[in-house]
């Protein structure tokens, strides 16, 4: 392959190093590189910093406690005066939660970002997306308060009633799905269906901009092929947005992970030792919100930072297995078919 | 195109699509699943409606002009209002929007253009990690970092803290956006002579603008309506007013540097901080407050969102000379 | 580009700084906006007495309006270690100082302000007269030894009232919190089993969440919902809420074996009850006193200071005016309360005045003429 650089005038062309040294000597082109560079490195050094904040504060209950902090256990103890700490039951609350919310509102974030892309009339297409950024807006305080007077009494009380009496009465899922509802509906069930609420905004509009931002050239020639308008979305479009998809996925799992108020005034803050979702629970982020501000023992505290190191080491796994799903999935698709 | 069975079990493609029964078939499933994402879509908008219909209801009756002009007053006297929590939501949006967007946008810049580079993965591991840390812990962070070190609360430490949970979110969009800008845009403004950082700011950045701004909408809709992270920087002020500052600044003779320094200087209240102080306090006029705080809260993004994006379309549309 | 658009935009921003500045000085009475001389103190720690501490700082704006005060409540853990960080000039907290944080914190003293009362609430299906407890009972629902709300001990104090076969659900805070401290003290106090084997604090394990009856609220309002929202519930609030938003709570017997109802009259007894035991560091636990009138659950809750290591004086000096205008004024007593919190008794308040006389700020003392 011919890897010399082309020129337009015919003449013969220069010397790699030549064409390499005035690119990099380009008037602006170093400074906008360092100044990339520089901000790249600064998200990191945050991350860093973040990450070595928490294991520092942690350093005594670490030692205190080791690995058995993480044990999955019935009855895990998280005793403040007596200084027994583990975090199992809030570890399975924050991935019971996570992922529920997820399975919910993926699909139908997918479904929203379709419809406002493809099939919604131009004229309904700006303001419907605002009131999705507006549901975006709504503080997370809100989301609790309107939770607990509205949606857990109307909505998922009932339906945990009727989960826990259908799908609690069959020998494998009633691990997860046996009752008694608590009357107020304060459950992990509840903290899903809000979360999935309250992430659902997130994923829509950035993916109604991934597909917004695929060009026509594609769409066209799918549908001059033959294809159906559902199957251009499915066929074309998704597999040609997948990584901004996967992306607004992944943003909407951190925030699902690391949301705080909401989910403490709907989740029962009750350490039961049941895994069922109808049964109150607790998450990683709520036991930090309660209690760290009224902190008094050391080990307390650190226990508590501690918690919120598991969070991030698990936010990192979780992503690392992201994105070994991505590089599976993506393998067939190619990258460069961008014209 | 893939090759083998189909979704309707058993038939290969070949004949989903050489066939009459087939196309029946393609044609259905094509109305059955458009209808699904209607359904989707219907079905996201009720709890949205639900919930703004009730922040509406909650705090329609007891919002009034007061409330968006005066400070805080303790019970029983009427004429209290949020204003201090308004100008402080205000403040620290903008201190987060300077402190996030231009290094989240350079930054996703750098990683859309070098994505397999060591720097480029280990950039997006940290943003994806980073968008997964609870806020409180973020204002911790912060608390550790800025307010310890200045011996006090103020309005720079928190807009500092919403900027950390903003970046993620303006990172990932950019970086996406950016990524399917097509290469021939790229590749032409490069090829007409322009250097790469021209390239970027004329050509490829506002052909992504659209989901740019989306990202930093968000971004901002996320970041003003956060409470657990202003706790422990930005503190709560019922006393706050930048136009008493301003007064108090202009009559003792100070320069403006040492205006702005009063300015963000400060312990500031937020309109979510203020929503969650009274929502947990006992009085029923303190908890009629707060929504009318929340109210407030979904007026003034709403309001940033509309402005944005009008003013965007606008001067969409004098570029190309509507 | 779009420049007229971009100059509209800064003249709106500008015109409405200058409004609200119009807008604040017609609100507020105009001695408050900041003459030259004018101070900014921050405080920072428990909401138990927030709602108190608001009224005291805006009256105190009439009689004062050089400083201008903040306290914002963020619990009284964050409050602690704001004061021992310096980050704020005073810190309010219910729980009491820790050694290891009169270490960290070399020179911080507390001070008791106000006393408050926690009292039982609860929702019992066809009760509606109120119910009489007492510290036995307390201490068996929150273990989960009584189960039922027709168990014998709750008929033999209620002998009038028809309890159902019901299970109780108990519910308790779930986030950390003084009012929490209180109650735990006084369920310690009442039982040396409790005392041993669940303790007291701002957080402590349930045994009732492991027997699978506990629910956990965040907040007063998390427990008064999750009460009202749970038949045969019963839950713990502080009596400010209770009465501001006129929800049921039980009487109790106290000590002394008297029937009690949580008000001003039987908080001051409590706080007689115990005040000459006050420790060099004026804290002291008020639960379970003795006194013939005496309720069972109450609590100080207290303002933090350094004694020795401010810097400020001119601060240190409007600070401890403050502080001393709201410990003696007979309005402030009053507004508290109106509000449902009791001042503190001469015998507490004269301790307190002559501690607040010992603080320093480089050396000399701040209140020259306590």
Known sequence: MDKSPHSLTGRRPAPHWLAHLRLALHYGDRPWSALTIGMALLTILLMLSIGLLLWGDSSQARAAFGLSFLKPTSDASWNPVSGNFQAWPFIYGT?????MSLVLAVPISLGVAIFLAELCPTWLRMPLGWL?????????????????????????????????????????????????MPASGSSLLAAGLVLSIMITPTIAAITRDVFLAVPLTQREASLALGATSWETIWKVLLPYGMSGILGAVILGLGRALGETMAVTMVVGNSIGGSLSL?????????????????????????????????????????????????????????????? | MTTGTNLWLGV????????????????????????ITGLFTLLALIPLFWIIGYVIYKGGQYINLDFFIHLPRPLGITGGGVLNAIEGTLLLTILAGLFAVPPGILAAYYVSYKPNTLLGIVVRFGTDVLSGVPSIVIGLFCYALIVKNQGHYSALAGGIALAILMLPTIIRTTEEMIKLVPHSLREGSLAL?????????????????????????????????????????????????????????????????????????????????????????????????????????????????????????????????? | MLRKYNTLFVVMMVTALLLSACGSSTSTPSSTSLPASSVQINGAGATFPLPVYTEWIYAYQYVDPSVTLNYQGIGSGGGKKAIIDNTVDFAGSDSLVTADEYTAGKDLQMYPMVAGAVVPIYNVEGVT???????????????????????????????????????ITAVHR?????????FTNALSSFSADWKSKVGAGTSVEWPVDKAGNGIGGKGNQGVAA?????????????????????????????????????????????????????????????????????????????????????????????????????????????????????VLPDAVRTQVLAKLGAVTCNGTPVLSNS
């Not at chain 2, 303190?286 to 993004?301: C, E, F, H, P, T």
């Not at chain 3, 009489?132 to 068996?140: A, F, I, P």
């Not at chain 3, 779930?174 to 209180?182: F, N």
Request: aromatic letters at 8%; one cysteine or more; charged letters at 15%.
């Open chain 3, 174 to 182: 779930s986030d950390g919190s003084g009012t929490t401290e209180i």
């Open chain 2, 193 to 322: 002579g322009s250097p790469e950082w021209k390239t970027a700011l004329s050509v490829t950045l506002p052909a992504a603008s659209q989901g740019i701004i989306t990202g930093i909408l968000l971004g901002i809709a996320r970041a003003s309506g956060e409470t657990a992270p202003l706790l422990f920087t930005a503190l709560g002020n019922d006393n706050y007013n930048v136009g008493k500052i301003i007064q108090a600044g202009i009559g003792n003779h100070q320069n403006i540097f040492t205006i702005l320094g009063m300015i963000i200087n400060q312990p500031v209240d937020s309109l979510p901080l203020t929503l969650w102080k009274y929502a947990q306090q006992p009085y029923p006029e303190r908890i009629n407050q707060s929504w009318a705080a929340a109210l407030v809260l979904m007026i003034l993004v709403l309001s940033l969102n509309i402005l944005t994006r009008v003013w965007v379309q606008l001067r969409a549309n004098r570029i190309h000379g509507k």
């Open chain 3, 129 to 167: 007269q109120t119910l009489t407890l007492d510290g036995n009972v307390l201490v068996g629902i929150y273990n989960a030894s009584i189960t039922k709300w027709n168990d014998s001990a709750i008929a033999a104090l209620n002998p009038d009232i028809n309890l159902p076969d019901k299970s």
């Open chain 1, 278 to 339: 109808m049964r109150p629970g607790y998450t990683m982020s709520s036991i930090i919100a309660n209690e760290f501000a009224e902190a008094v023992t050391v080990l307390h505290s650190q226990a508590l930072i501690e918690i919120a190191l598991v969070l991030f080491i698990m936010t990192l796994l979780l992503n690392i297995l992201a994105r070994l799903l991505v590089w599976r999935v993506g393998r067939g698709i190619p990258q460069e078919a961008r014209a």
């Open chain 3, 226 to 342: 999750a009460v009202q929202n749970t038949p045969n519930s019963i839950g713990y609030v502080e009596l400010s809420y209770a009465i501001a938003n006129k929800i049921a709570y039980a009487n109790m017997i106290n000590k002394a074996g008297n029937k009690v109802t949580a008000n001003a009259d039987s908080l001051a007894s409590a706080m007689n009850d115990f005040a000459n035991t006050f420790t060099d560091e004026l804290t002291n636990i008020i639960v379970d006193g003795p006194g013939v009138n005496s309720w069972p659950i109450a609590g100080y809750t207290y303002i933090v200071l350094h004694t020795t290591s401010m810097t400020d004086c001119v601060k240190a000096q409007k600070l401890l005016d403050f502080l001393k205008w709201a410990l003696s004024d007979a309005g402030a007593a009053k507004r508290a309360a109106d509000l449902g919190y009791s």
């Open chain 2, 12 to 35: 290969s493609t070949r004949q989903m699509i050489q066939s009459k029964a087939g196309y029946r078939r393609r044609k259905l499933s094509n109305i059955f699943m458009l209808a």
């Open chain 1, 132 to 180: 999705f950024e507006l549901l975006a807006a709504i503080p997370s305080v809100v989301y609790g308060l309107w939770g607990i007077f509205v949606f857990l009494p109307t909505v998922v009380e009932p339906m945990g009633n009727f989960l826990a009496s259908t799908l609690g009465e069959l020998p494998m899922l009633t691990l997860f799905f046996h009752g008694p």
């Open chain 1, 95 to 99: 991935l019971a939660t996570s992922l």
